[in-house]
């Protein structure tokens, strides 16, 4: 299996939406239900943001939400803060109780 | 409240074994709802899944790293463990351990990571 493939970089001006999409095939993103979002700051470990391509873990703000279309699950933030500032990362179930992740995304809160 | 630490060399030299232990605190390893796993990031790079293991001791490996990665279970001291052998420095990375709820697919905790170094 390969990685699954996220923009290297996007970026959006406070109060604005960006979109960070993830890419796999059939065999994980397009096969599952089973997509999840983390957030990561530097020199921290990673925190979920999303589960189940759209489901929000308690204390997420729901400034954060996911989505799924055929191969591609994407990650939407409304309302940019200047602490959105982060790396995240997409992971998809590929069956037989393997995970893919992305590459990550970096944003940038301009 | 559930902690998960990783503890371990943070220098291993190249063709050796890497050996890290995650302690649980304020949760049991030996519950069957809950199942655990390493994963693992280069720096500056992404992450990677390296395996999971299951209340009936049922483990699923990356199939990139099967060959080399060995994780166990100690529930007499609520651990469990992660061995990589024959590392290269392109095991350099650091390491978090993790725990999620049966049924759900997504790493739900975190332990805080441990850099491991693979130089001579």
């Known amino acids: 299996q390969s990685a699954l493939t996220q923009p290297r970089s996007v970026s959006g001006s406070p109060g604005q939406s960006v979109t960070i999409s993830c890419t796999g095939t059939s065999s994980d993103v397009g096969g599952y239900n089973y997509v999840s979002w983390y957030q990561q700051y530097p020199g921290k470990a990673p925190k979920v943001m999303i589960y189940d391509v759209s489901k929000r873990p308690s204390g997420v703000p729901d400034r954060f939400s996911g989505s799924k279309s055929g191969n591609t699950a994407s990650l939407t933030i409304s309302g940019l803060q200047a602490d959105d500032e982060a790396d995240y990362y997409c992971c998809s179930y590929a069956g037989s109780y393997i995970w893919l992740f992305g590459g990550g995304t970096k944003l940038t809160v301009l | 409240q559930l902690q998960l630490q990783e503890s371990g060399p943070g220098l291993v030299k190249p063709s050796e074994t890497l050996s890290l232990t995650c302690t649980v605190s304020?949760?049991?390893?030996?519950?069957?709802?809950?199942?655990w796993g390493w994963i693992r990031q280069p720096p500056g790079k992404g992450l990677e899944w390296i395996g999971s293991i299951y209340y009936n001791e049922r483990i699923y490996y990356n199939p990139s790293l099967k060959s080399r990665v060995t994780i166990s279970v100690d529930t007499s001291k609520n651990q469990f463990s992660l061995k990589v052998s024959s590392v290269t420095a392109a095991d350099t990375a650091v390491y978090y351990c993790?725990?999620?709820?049966?049924?759900?697919?997504?790493?739900?905790?975190w332990g805080q990571g441990t850099l491991v170094t693979v130089s001579s």
């Open positions: 304020g949760g049991s390893i030996s519950s069957s709802n809950y199942y």
């Open positions: 993790m725990r999620s709820p049966l049924g759900v697919y997504a790493t739900m905790s």
